[in-house]
């Protein structure tokens, strides 16, 4: 009887410690979901849906197959997005691959669709959000002809715009400097550090 009782007494206590350690796991593990999708730019809150998952890197290699240049890498996973129909979807952004599986997104939607599909091919890209829209911008190291880039820090990133069908690198910007309340590092949730800032 003695040793059935001290069994279940440590078998109680063992099991008690093991859901205590999930429960905190599982708290610790939120946060850091929380603090990566939600971010704060000047007490406004943007909340972001952007995936490094197998799924966002199968759909960007099978886009980019065929071509020979980052322009034409770009392009296609800009087609892509542009020609997912635009509807604004009242609730929270959704993911990249809801987006694709529903075949419709608003500015939010479909820019973390296309951010995704940048980051699993290795390009440099950042939220730019602006009052009531969002866009993205992708670092290319070249000079494109009759098209303007923004050059951040000495850098040229050309916009791409998510929602306007058939838009092509180097969309143009819409918007006064003052407007831009940020750029965004989705992954890192982190605001791009901006000394310099042209468009030409």
Known sequence: ????????????????????????????????????????????????????????????????????????????????????????????????????????GDCDDKSNLLISLLKARDYEAYFVLVPKHIFVVVHLNLILPNKKALYINGRPFYILESTAKGSQIGFPLKYSFDEIKAFIDPFKNKKLVVDTLEYR
Do not use: H
């Open 1 to 104: 009887m003695l040793f059935e009782n001290k069994f279940i007494y440590y078998s109680s206590i063992i099991v008690s410690v093991v859901i205590i350690l999930f429960i905190v796991g599982m708290i610790f593990k939120s946060f850091f979901i929380v603090k990566n999708q939600f971010i704060d730019i000047g007490g406004l809150t943007y909340v972001n849906q952007v995936r490094e998952d197998d799924y966002t890197l199968k759909l960007a290699k099978n886009l980019i197959q065929g071509c020979d240049t980052k322009v034409c890498e770009v392009q296609s996973m800009l087609d892509l997005v542009t020609n997912i129909p635009y509807k604004v979807n009242k609730s929270v952004a959704r993911s990249g691959k809801n987006v694709i599986k529903q075949n419709y």
